[in-house]
């Protein structure tokens, strides 16, 4: 289960490409879960100490640790699901895969080649290592383990669990 809780203000302003979730509670801490495009989640705890303030507006004062500016909300967002994509990295042994759809093997064999990614039609997402070496088991002419997966890779090829 995801462990990330990062702390905001009550009302925080929500970046593009995030949206709220149902509410949580535990024990002396409460919020939503905020959930980015891809459907991954972190938990906010919503803090009533917190304010968000524009930088430029003429109460703020920087050396306040009660105050954050729209950037610094989004930046602590950032960094938390770079923190969870993490996790999920290592928990789940991810590697880039990249398999050719079903739908294109057979004009592959009559061209006699199967050209190169993207312009192929092949795929690239992330799996379980275990999950890999099953496909590969199972149809290894179609699919191939590239490397292990990066934290860059999670936005880029998505992941696909079993």
């Known amino acids: ?25 535990a024990p002396g801490a409460s919020g ?24 430029d507006d003429r109460e703020y004062d920087g050396s306040d640790p009660g105050l954050m500016t729209p950037e610094e909300v989004e930046a602590a967002i950032v960094g938390a699901f770079d923190a969870h994509d993490q996790q999920r990295i290592v928990a789940l042994d991810l590697v880039l895969v990249e398999v050719m759809p079903i739908v294109l093997r057979e004009s592959h064999l009559e061209c006699g080649n199967r050209g190169s990614y993207p312009h192929n039609g092949s795929e690239r997402y ?17 699919v191939e383990v590239l490397r292990p997966g990066r934290l860059a890779d999670i936005e880029e090829y998505g992941v696909r669990e079993p």
């Open 126 to 142: 992330l799996m379980a290592a275990a999950t890999a070496k099953a496909a590969m088991d199972a149809d290894g002419e179609w």
């Open 1 to 25: 289960m995801n462990d990330i809780t990062i702390n905001l203000p009550e009302r925080f302003t929500r970046p593009i490409g995030y949206r709220d979730g149902a509410h949580w509670t």
């Open 32 to 55: 939503w879960w905020l959930i980015r495009l891809d459907g991954e989640a972190i938990r906010v705890h919503s803090r009533p100490d917190l304010l968000e303030m524009a930088d």
